[in-house]
């Protein structure tokens, strides 16, 4: 059994930055693709990043050029640096890992205000 522990989320002003960090641990395991989605109230789960063992990436259209994906691989971390934020940022954003199964975590609260 693999767990997802998100850190990092609160409350900012619109044009400010955040840092979301994800840490699995949990029986042995090798994570391959992990990421982030986000849900805001009323919308429908929007994925905002992803990106592979070996280190590519994928950034939603929507927040390219203001978030940023990484991993540590050492750590079976993955991390969202989030800069520039807007009040439509504002949503639950939840991490991800794949190992043979899809393993979630239990979300973080992001909220920008105008």
């Known amino acids: 059994q693999v767990r997802l522990v998100e850190s990092g989320g609160g409350l900012v002003q619109a044009g400010g930055s955040l840092r979301l960090s994800c840490a699995a641990s949990g029986s042995p395991f090798r994570l391959n693709a992990m990421g982030w989605y986000r849900q805001a109230p009323g919308k429908e789960r929007e994925l905002v990043a992803s990106?592979?063992?070996?280190?590519?990436?994928n950034v939603a259209d929507s927040v390219k050029g203001r978030f940023t994906i990484s991993r540590d691989n050492a750590k079976n971390t993955v991390y969202l640096q989030m800069n520039s934020l807007k009040p439509e940022d504002t949503a639950v954003y939840s991490c991800y890992g794949v190992v043979e199964a899809f393993y979630w975590g239990q979300g973080t609260q992001v909220t920008v205000s105008s």
């Open positions: 990106i592979t063992r070996g280190g590519s990436t």
